[in-house]
């Protein structure tokens, strides 16, 4: 964002004016469905052009991605960007449901003390609080229900002169028990992330279920599996509670959309037991492969690249996948509130996706 901060303060420069407020209203229906298709956009180019492995095709995404937030900083204030349209904002706030800290404000200091609220508008410095531009996504502290909309940037901590803005510990998610406020974009997200992992790992899956890759050498074939992995989570979790209602037809469970937050944690798992091959064999060259593009020999610099033993990483990724299902089952229960045995066929689901993870991960 900080490309669309500068190219905001140019162009204030080179053309003064006022910039657009934000069209709340239009973005709040329609902006998590239109950060969920470029994600969409993003998993089905990844994996069908080799977006990973082709140093051109992951230039223009960052260029792409980039350019959403120049754009959007020339029109409107702040960072609309982030807040409403960026994939990746989307997929941060999704995850920071089960973050251990939020920064929050206490609403009894905001409503007896504070009229001028310099940490939400911005404005000069007063007492002990520095002067800002005000929260940069337009989250007021004392209002946030949850740290979906809360970048963390501490700028209305800098900017409290009544000492009201604070840095909490909590407990992982407590807002989906407590205060839940689901959204159906969100949910389609959660489940793209977690069919994700699987499109990652096509070729195993398909190789798994078909027992052969063939199908992805053409194009065609190639897309229709791709669209398939995507969706292997959505279709199990659907009727793991279709089958929640039928087995216990006077038992009227939550909405769907409001359950599908207990898959959470294990989606988050299932993602960093993927990524940790990467983080723990390719993330061990990047000094030797960064000083080779400044015409030093890799030879010279092999001493430099660290990778962890496959058992390890194997270790770790099991560890993972263990850890997502126990606390999705822990979180579901505490979601749905209701006895264990009502809510089985979404528990089978969490490990039926769990285990075929496995079988692709490790």
């Known amino acids: 964002m ?3 901060e500068i190219t905001q303060k140019l162009s204030l420069w080179l053309w003064p004016r006022s910039l657009k407020p934000w069209p709340r209203q239009w973005a709040e229906r329609w902006g998590g469905w239109i950060l ?5 956009a993003i998993l089905l180019w990844e994996e069908l052009w ?19 937030a120049m754009i959007c900083s020339v029109l409107f204030e702040r960072r609309f960007w982030c807040r409403y349209l960026c994939p990746i904002g989307g997929m941060n706030g999704l995850f920071a449901k089960l973050s251990m800290t939020e920064l929050r404000a206490q609403k009894g200091i905001c409503s007896a003390t ?9 404005g000069p410095a ?42 909490n510990r909590r407990p992982p998610g407590i807002e989906l028990w407590t205060t839940p406020n689901a959204t159906a974009y969100e949910v389609a997200l959660l489940l793209l992330l977690w069919g994700a992992v699987l499109l990652h790992r096509l070729p195993e899956l398909t190789t798994l279920v ?27 979790t659907l009727l793991a509670h279709q089958l929640v209602r039928l087995l216990n037809p006077t038992f009227k469970p939550r909405p769907f959309i409001t359950l599908a937050y207990g898959y959470l944690p294990l989606v988050l798992f ?21 000083l080779a593009t400044i ?59 769990a285990v075929l993870t496995w079988q692709l991960v490790l």
């Open 270 to 290: 299932s993602n960093l037991a993927h990524y940790l091959q990467m983080g723990l064999t390719e993330a061990g060259q990047v000094i030797p492969l960064s």
């Open 126 to 167: 007063e007492g002990e609080g520095q002067g800002t531009n005000g929260c940069p996504v337009y989250s007021h502290p004392a209002q946030l229900s949850d740290n979906r909309n809360c970048v963390l940037c501490m700028t209305c901590l800098k900017a409290c002169p009544h000492h009201s803005v604070e840095l």
């Open 210 to 236: 078909l027992g052969s890759d063939l199908i992805l050498d053409g194009f065609l074939g190639h897309a229709i599996a791709a669209l398939i992995a995507l969706s292997i989570p959505v279709i199990i």
């Open 295 to 353: 015409g030093q020999p890799i030879g010279t610099t092999a001493s430099l690249v660290w990778m962890a033993h496959p058992a390890v990483i194997s270790f770790l990724q099991g560890t993972c996948l263990i850890a997502g299902v126990i606390l999705s089952g822990l979180l579901i229960q505490k979601v749905a509130r209701q006895p264990f045995l009502k809510l089985l066929p979404q528990h089978i689901a969490t490990v039926l996706l």
């Open 50 to 68: 080799n977006l990973e492995n082709v140093a051109y095709l992951s230039g223009w995404l960052l260029v792409i991605i980039t350019a959403g």
């Open 36 to 40: 969920y298709g470029g994600f969409v």
């Open 2 to 4: 900080i490309y669309g």
């Open 114 to 122: 504070c009229n001028t609220y310099h940490c939400y508008k911005g």
